[in-house]
């Protein structure tokens, strides 16, 4: 019985986020922002756990940056002409 709520309660989380991803008011850049802010911010860790909150905050933060720096010297590398 317990496993059968547990699937009814998985099909419907799903079921929400196929509605909620597929309605004509949200757009996909305010989805695809809001999916880069939690990820960033590491909304899907465990709060309880301080070290992994924290950790992996600073780590996807650093990540970020080290991304943006690559793609600016890339530009910057392609258009510079020599």
Avoid: C, H, N
Wanted: net charge neutral.
């Amino acid at each position: 019985m317990a496993e059968r709520r547990d699937d009814e309660a998985e099909s419907r989380r799903i079921l929400e986020r196929v509605q909620q991803e597929t309605s004509p008011g949200a757009s996909f850049i305010a989805r695809a922002a809001k999916d880069a802010r939690d990820r960033v911010t590491a909304a899907d860790t465990d709060r309880a756990d301080p070290i992994e909150y924290w950790g992996t905050r600073i780590g996807r933060t650093l990540g970020f940056v080290i991304a943006i720096g690559l793609l600016a010297w890339l530009v910057y590398a392609a258009t510079r002409g020599g």
